[in-house]
């Protein structure tokens, strides 16, 4: 079963698409890659290498430090394949580029595009920071996915941040002879546009303790499209600072629920 977690319980709702936004714990998309199907595989396409290593060596996941280059893990670890296309025009090519290897296929095929299999997870991590600062040079590049048997996961901080020109469908046909109006696209938030492209929309929100302790309280509101609010699945637990590994400098973060 997909999960965001160490443990296999909770777990994720069967989903296609799932959409994870707001203050998750970093290692949320590492949990997810390595919660795929035994002799299935993960593609997980970050917008940053090294913030994507930073925040996870500060955040500490005490299963991560204990768990990292052990029998336990080797062989999922092994099915996950990170890619880091440093701006978006990279990543567009890179999506275009991905095959899978058939011996009968005539096309030259690019090796590090080159998949031994279909994965069936594929998660794009933190794509506004592509666009975050906001910079009027900065190109903005449109793409959709093709439709795949794979599921498909977007984690997104700053996703409530982002608001990028959207097109929007013209009131006046196009051949009538008539001139159109202002056709300047508008910033609008991109949260609210690429939420209707989901199955799921996931929320998490983590709070400090009033009482001065580093105890965080967290919440995760997952809701599918289309359903009553009253139908969201809540899920609630405490990230526990504690020395738990002898390798790790500093606190881990354990998750206690």
Same mark, same amino acid.
């Not at 290897?101 to 592509?130: G, Q, R």
């Not at 009553?228 to 881990?252: K, N, T, Y």
């Given at each position: 079963? $997909?999960?965001?977690?160490?443990?296999?319980?909770?777990?994720?709702?069967? !989903?296609?698409?799932?959409?994870?936004?707001?203050?998750?714990?970093?290692?949320?998309?590492?949990?997810?890659?390595?919660?795929?199907?035994?002799?299935?595989? $993960?593609?997980?396409?970050?917008?940053?290498?090294?913030?994507?290593?930073?925040?996870?060596?500060?955040?500490?996941?005490?299963?991560?430090?204990?768990?990292?280059?052990?029998?336990?893990?080797?062989?999922?670890?092994?099915?996950?394949?990170?890619?880091?296309?440093?701006?978006? +025009?990279?990543?567009?090519?890179? *999506?275009?580029?991905?095959?899978?290897?058939? $011996?009968?296929?005539?096309?030259?095929?690019?090796?590090?595009?080159?998949?031994?299999?279909?994965p069936?997870?594929?998660?794009?991590?933190?794509l506004?920071? !592509?666009?975050?600062p906001?910079?009027? +040079?900065?190109? !903005?590049?449109?793409?959709? *996915?093709?439709?795949?048997?794979?599921?498909?996961?977007?984690?997104d901080?700053?996703?409530?941040?982002?608001?990028?020109?959207?097109?929007?469908?013209?009131?006046?046909?196009?051949?009538?002879?008539?001139?159109?109006?202002?056709?300047?696209?508008?910033?609008?938030?991109?949260?609210?546009?690429?939420?209707? !492209?989901?199955?799921?929309?996931?929320?998490f929100?983590?709070?400090? +303790?009033?009482?001065?302790?580093e105890?965080?309280?967290?919440?995760?509101?997952?809701?599918?499209?289309g359903s009553?609010?009253?139908?969201?699945?809540?899920?609630?637990?405490?990230?526990?600072?504690?020395?738990a590994?002898?390798?790790?400098?500093?606190? $881990?973060?354990?998750?206690?629920?």
């Amino acid at each position: 079963m $997909a999960r965001m977690f160490p443990t296999s319980d909770p777990s994720l709702p069967p !989903y296609k698409s799932l959409i994870i936004q707001g203050d998750y714990h970093p290692s949320a998309p590492i949990h997810m890659c390595l919660s795929v199907t035994t002799g299935a595989k $993960a593609l997980l396409l970050s917008s940053a290498r090294q913030a994507l290593i930073r925040s996870l060596q500060e955040y500490n996941d005490e299963w991560l430090l204990s768990n990292s280059g052990t029998g336990n893990t080797c062989r999922s670890s092994s099915e996950v394949d990170i890619f880091y296309p440093p701006t978006p +025009n990279h990543l567009v090519v890179l *999506l275009s580029a991905f095959r899978t290897h058939e $011996a009968s296929n005539p096309v030259p095929l690019d090796s590090k595009a080159t998949l031994d299999s279909v994965p069936s997870l594929l998660v794009l991590h933190e794509l506004s920071a !592509y666009f975050l600062p906001m910079n009027e +040079n900065k190109p !903005y590049v449109l793409f959709a *996915l093709a439709v795949t048997p794979m599921r498909f996961a977007l984690f997104d901080s700053q996703l409530d941040k982002l608001k990028l020109p959207v097109l929007r469908t013209p009131t006046v046909p196009v051949f009538d002879g008539e001139e159109s109006g202002d056709e300047t696209p508008r910033p609008e938030s991109v949260a609210f546009v690429a939420q209707k !492209y989901f199955e799921w929309v996931g929320t998490f929100d983590r709070y400090t +303790n009033s009482d001065g302790s580093e105890v965080r309280r967290c919440t995760l509101t997952l809701h599918k499209q289309g359903s009553d609010i009253q139908s969201d699945i809540v899920w609630r637990w405490s990230e526990v600072p504690e020395r738990a590994h002898s390798h790790c400098e500093g606190l $881990a973060i354990a998750f206690s629920w």
